[in-house]
């Protein structure tokens, strides 16, 4: 069981192990748990009886499976729910899902009252590196991805290793990807855990790769908790990628959309001179197989990125790689993404 | 010219005189003016034409008036709005209107790339002294008020008092229900102005108790930014206030609401045996004229007031005047309330 401790105000833990829905505890008279409903079916019961068992009365929300729970719509109906439920502020919210669910649920529990506790139980690997740390929530506009949120940290995460083992390999290998960029972001040892064969659910390295990268964030998140400065390297490759998502109405999935958007940006650095990453980010891109991309239109593109929170009334700005575990934030001219989208058009798009 | 500072961090200061607007100091290079669509037709030119003069590109966005504008829909329509046009995290937004007004915008504005900066132009009393300071913003659910929100300070409140001579004298006296209230929860000074002959927008001490009033509430959010206690007091009336509001369909106004309000809780603080504040309570009333009541009945009262965010697993808790400027959050038992209730039937119900 690795237990690690994120050193906000106030602090809480990030459990990781094999059994942490056994382990977890959640001190609160009434609990709401927001689940993902496909996520509902294989893993609400026991979650409901856990919590029930401890002596707390449990309201089980289901929401639409995967990113369909990210709009306004459904955050009104859930909190119109919450309301009639009589939830009041010693409550708790639990997210029970992936980053989705989790992003939806803790904007929910931002809001409800002007903020009740929040606990998360991620169900995919996405949701372990990424989502679950970092108080990071909202939900998506028409006009694009995660427009709309606030910061709202968890009181505690509950990382159970074994739900990992129910989830499809292609959505595993969404999280790899996240896990991956925190490898990028330091020294790259992340990188070769993920790309050594035999790597995945079940697998006795996980507990101590999700750790890692998990680490990776806490330590940038601790660093900036508003994301006013460095904790927007966490960004890298999620540029394009959101950009992706947008132009195919979230047919691709976030996971792979990062995987391309961490090749494109290796591509941006190659372009600018920098260390050539893009044999590990294209190897990356070869153990994850993404679905393939659409005819896109660079153009098209740019508009979406132009919405992206990086930007600003100046232009456009992007997480680059100067090397293995030096990122910067940085203004890139037009003519240096063009290049690069041509490389890599070149690569998918041909 | 009143300049108050707020201490909070960031601090910022609420600006009070007769041209406010002109003095007015926005840095940012887009700014969205959310109004309400009453008063945008009698002060957008004026606000917009002042921004535009100092280099912003100004987007004006009317919304429903009044309280019709803090629902879940309309928020969502104003992001979509705000994202369709642009807006990056270094633009501003900036409410012009009453307390609902700015509930909504700045709800919008905490929510909005997880947030953006926030200005307050308030043009009602009641906006002025209660709405603008403290950050408390949100927005109503079908199943009670205020159950949404975020707390979001302004970068700075500009009150124009030459705006309060465009109101109706019914809405003027809705402000004066929490001016009334900041001086109940002090030594009282504020409800002997309020009540004095000649008291009224363009009067000459106007500047004078509005001020007095809004340092009353800056006092009281210092010393708790985010109602974890002693902030409860400003409730003081609400908890029925509240119920009225919801019970009536939001048809009898919020300042009316609080009117009544502060009387039944100075009728419970007298059946606690506590200073009876009544006389004082019952002249604002005369003073102020609110709308009749409808019949009603006690229990459906009660159940609106459950959902009170003052209450909590354990029951319901008011905040009661002990005497003057002695506020106090307390556990009122139900016969308490009832026996509070039947004197308040007695004077408005029979």
Known sequence: MADLLVHLEPPYKVHISSS?????????????????????LLHAARVTALLEAAGSRVVLLPVPSGERCKTMGVMAEVLSKIAAAGLTRDSAIVALGGGATSD??????????????FYVLPTTLL??????????????????????????????VWADLSTLETLPSRTFKE????????????????????????????SAKLEAVVAAAVQVKIDLVQRDPFEAGERAYLNFGHTLAHAL???????????????YGLHFAALIGKTLGYSDLTTLT?????????????????????????????????????VTLQALGAPKLE????????????????????
């Open 20 to 40: 942490a829905l056994e382990q977890m505890i959640v001190p609160h008279a009434v609990i709401v748990v927001i689940a993902d409903e496909a996520v509902a």
């Open 104 to 117: 939806l649920a803790g904007y929910v529990a931002a809001s409800y009252l002007r903020g009740v506790a």
């Open 127 to 156: 949701a372990m590196v990424d989502a679950s740390v970092g108080g990071k929530t909202g939900v998506n506009l028409p006009e694009g991805k995660n427009l709309v949120g606030a910061f709202h940290q968890p009181s505690a």
């Open 175 to 202: 999280g790899a990807a996240e896990a991956f960029k925190h490898g990028l972001l330091t020294d790259g040892a992340l990188c070769d855990a993920i790309l050594e064969p035999g790597f995945g659910a079940g």
């Open 245 to 259: 998502e947008a132009v195919t109405l979230h047919a691709l999935p976030h996971g792979e959309a990062v995987g």
């Open 282 to 318: 294209r190897a990356f891109l070869e153990y994850q197989r993404p679905a393939g991309l659409p005819n896109l239109e660079w153009r098209d593109l740019l508009a979406f990125m132009g919405r992206d929170k990086k930007a600003d009334a100046g232009g456009l700005r992007f």
């Open 331 to 350: 203004r890139v001219s037009g003519a240096v993404l063009e290049e690069a989208w041509k490389l890599f058009e070149d690569e998918f798009l041909r």
